[in-house]
């Protein structure tokens, strides 16, 4: 039968199983369940770290092929963008965009079929198969929405295979692999439980457990102890002085936020086919649509070197560490790259290359406050362009701080990220994943607000 979404909305949560009480922590049954979600957060971080090795291999075949002649973007990319979007019609519609809108509508529609179309493992091999295609092809993606998808669909996968196919507790299997994820694809474990609990448990109704909390982390851990315990851009020593320190921060939230907003409002614009003659192209040729996004992406690299390609963490480090760093155009650049990829339908997520934005438009900034390091600046154009982006500030902030192993800056980054939220939801009243999410699903549509008829 159907899970109904509405009533188990209004339903009372059920019980914990795995509560900390003597019968659940003695259970047979509760440590089955342990057990399978702490094994499928590790097979869920060795995915990951799979992932993320291919991926970059393969970006690094671009990088070779167009290092010879840069005109080979011109044939390498809108083919490949061809290619994605004749491979992603019908039955793989599901291995498009980032993932994380169809985690979150499968952790909202209970439907074993619609969850089996969104998460089986056919869809997260090739999901992850079909990003590092799209990173060959030197799309502006990031792995960290697919990685998202990819640990959901992995732990979707062993609930069913052990017996927690009922809703509810194939749900926090989903959540879960989720988390983990993130929390391996960033080697972050707190952004992990901090991505769980504000992006994805919104969309899931019940008690954030210790069982899930250690489940993300166990996640995190095994990417850590693989891959060694860093900070991806390395230690910023970076700090923020009073007076024109906190007028930055006001500059980077307004100015990354509603750049954050802009972006999520065209992105759900296309979705929803806006404007029509968009719409319209997308609809009846998407396969020469994403062709002709490749180009332009192509043409965009070209002319600026190579450096909006891929996902922009090399270039967010070099504006970080302050060599060699990318011209100043590189982040209206990046987000126009970002734009063109996503619009193009293929598959490829959002994160890594919004922190490449936000560090492009944060350097843009440091020329209004001479007296602020601009290593601080940058990494608030990171937080805030991302939590504009994503409406996801506490995500944000902590994804920020583990990336450059930066905490003088808490209190900064925290008033960032909020402006930069508020400033994002005037330009883009609903957050993109959930957004997305909701398209994905249409009974996630809010009800229409009617009129009361007059008398």
């Not at 291999?57 to 070779?64: D, R, S």
């Not at 502006?140 to 295979?161: C, K, L, Q, Y």
């Not at 970076?238 to 954050?260: K, T």
């Not at 190579?306 to 100043?328: C, I, K, M, N, W």
Request: net charge positive.
């Amino acid at each position: 039968m159907a899970y109904n979404v509405a009533m188990a909305s209004s339903a009372p949560t059920p019980p914990d199983p795995d509560g900390d009480g003597p019968a659940q922590l003695w259970s047979r049954e509760a440590w089955k369940r342990r057990l399978a979600l702490w094994g499928g957060a590790i097979a869920v971080a060795l995915a990951a770290i799979v992932f993320a090795k291919i991926g970059d291999a393969a970006f690094e075949v671009f990088l070779k092929v167009t290092g010879h002649s840069p005109w080979w973007a011109l044939l390498l990319t809108p083919a490949t963008f061809a290619a994605l979007a004749w491979t992603t019609r019908g039955g793989l519609a599901a291995t498009r965009g980032s993932g994380i809108p169809q985690v979150i509508a499968s952790l909202r529609i209970g439907r074993d079929e619609f969850r089996a179309a969104q998460l089986s493992l056919k869809v997260s091999a090739l999901k992850l198969l079909l990003t590092v295609v799209s990173l060959l092809g030197g799309a502006s993606v990031g792995r960290e929405g697919p990685t998202v998808h990819v640990g959901a669909g992995i732990m979707h996968a062993i609930g069913r295979r052990l017996g927690y196919s009922d809703p509810y507790q194939a749900s926090r299997f989903l959540l879960a692999g989720g988390a983990a994820g993130i929390a391996a694809a960033f080697n972050t474990p707190l952004a992990g439980v901090v991505f769980a609990i504000e992006e994805l448990s919104g969309a899931f109704e019940q008690r954030f457990s210790g069982t899930l909390l250690t489940a993300v982390i166990v996640g995190g851990v095994v990417s850590m102890g693989l891959l060694g315990d860093y900070a991806y851009f390395g230690h910023i020593a970076a700090r923020l002085p009073l007076g024109q320190g906190w007028l930055a921060i006001l500059a980077c939230g307004v100015l990354c936020g509603v750049l954050g907003g802009l972006f999520s409002r065209i992105v759900i614009a296309a979705a929803d086919g806006r404007p029509r003659w968009l719409g319209r192209l997308r609809g009846r040729h998407p396969v020469w649509f994403s062709t002709a996004c490749g180009l332009a992406l192509a043409l965009l690299g070209i002319a600026l070197g190579g450096s909006v390609f891929g996902t922009g963490y090399e270039q967010a480090q070099a504006l970080l560490v302050r060599h060699d760093a990318p011209g100043a155009e590189f982040g209206i650049a990046k987000f126009a790259a970002n734009l063109v990829s996503y619009l193009a339908g293929i598959p490829g997520g959002l994160f890594s290359p919004a922190l490449a934005v936000g560090a492009g438009l944060g350097d843009n900034l440091t020329g209004l406050f001479p007296g602020v390091d601009p290593s601080a600046i940058v990494l608030l154009g990171m937080c805030a362009y991302l939590a504009g982006v994503t409406q996801a500030p506490l995500t944000s902030a902590v994804i920020s701080m583990e990336l450059t192993d930066n905490h003088e800056l808490l209190l900064p980054i925290l008033a960032t990220v909020l402006i930069a939220r508020a400033c994002s939801s005037l330009c883009c009243p609903t957050p993109i994943y959930k957004a997305l999410a909701q398209r994905l699903a249409p009974r996630l549509q809010p009800p229409p607000t009617t009129k009361p008829a007059d008398d």
